[in-house]
């Protein structure tokens, strides 16, 4: 089974820097997607990001991008130039071959200070 | 618009008294699915579906019931609720099976079982 980690549960950054969470996976796939969803207060899961694992290229998506190291099982998020609306639980999930759904992981609670 | 609309999006209830969570998606979506939300755990699937008809377990799927006997609809049933199924839940769908779908997810359920 697949697993995904994220090992900061905190991070907390000034407003207008860069911040960067992390994720790790686990699979013994080839092919698959990750993805960075965001929860603000509101409880609803936006999809920031996503990334196919045959693609070399990083994704990117206006302040938000990845770097997606498929050897190293990694895929992090990094926000520039931070605001106060990114403050909320950012969740990595990975979606493979199969019939079941999203593999999360515990999330990331991101703090912006103004 | 294109959503994922979840009912009740609050509830209180006592331990056994059956409770029914809605779920209906606009998009004529083939894939749907469930989701409980745990502090400290992330989202783990609790049920899904890849059509009319078709449902199979997730990782979490004691103590709940699931139907699809419309495409657009997928509601989570609890027979006899317990405390433990306290938790916050989505409904989600995508176009199709699939690692490349993006899934939408629904605002979300919080259910409390007293």
């Known amino acids: 089974a697949q697993t995904v980690t994220q090992s900061q549960p905190e991070m907390s950054v000034q407003e207008a820097e860069t911040v960067t969470l992390s994720c790790t996976y686990d699979t013994s796939e080839s092919d698959y997607y990750l993805f960075w969803y965001k929860q603000p207060p509101s409880r609803q899961m936006i999809l920031v990001i996503r990334?196919?694992?045959?693609?070399?290229q990083n994704a990117t998506e206006n302040r938000f991008s990845v770097n997606f190291q498929k050897a190293a099982k990694s895929f992090s998020l990094k926000i520039s130039d931070s605001q106060l609306g990114d403050a909320a639980m950012y969740f990595c999930?990975?979606?493979?071959?199969?019939?079941?759904?999203?593999?999360f992981g515990k999330g990331t609670h991101l703090i912006i200070q103004p | 618009e294109a959503q994922v609309t979840q009912n009740p999006r609050y509830l209180i209830t006592v331990t056994g008294k059956k409770l029914t969570v809605t779920c209906s998606q606009n998009?004529?979506?083939?894939?749907m699915s469930w989701y409980r939300q745990d502090p400290g755990l992330g989202l783990r699937q609790i049920y899904y579906?890849?059509?009319?008809?078709?449902?199979d377990k997730g990782d979490v799927p004691e103590g709940y019931k699931v139907s699809r006997k419309e495409k657009r609809n997928f509601p989570l049933i609890l027979e006899s609720p317990s405390p433990n199924q306290t938790s916050l839940y989505f409904c989600a769908s995508s176009l199709s099976q699939g690692s490349n779908q993006p899934q939408h997810f629904g605002d979300g359920t919080r259910l409390s079982i007293l």
């Open positions: 579906s890849m059509n009319v008809e078709v449902t």
């Open positions: 990334q196919e694992a045959y693609k070399q």
């Open positions: 998009m004529n979506h083939e894939y």
């Open positions: 999930a990975y979606s493979g071959g199969g019939a079941d759904g999203l593999t």
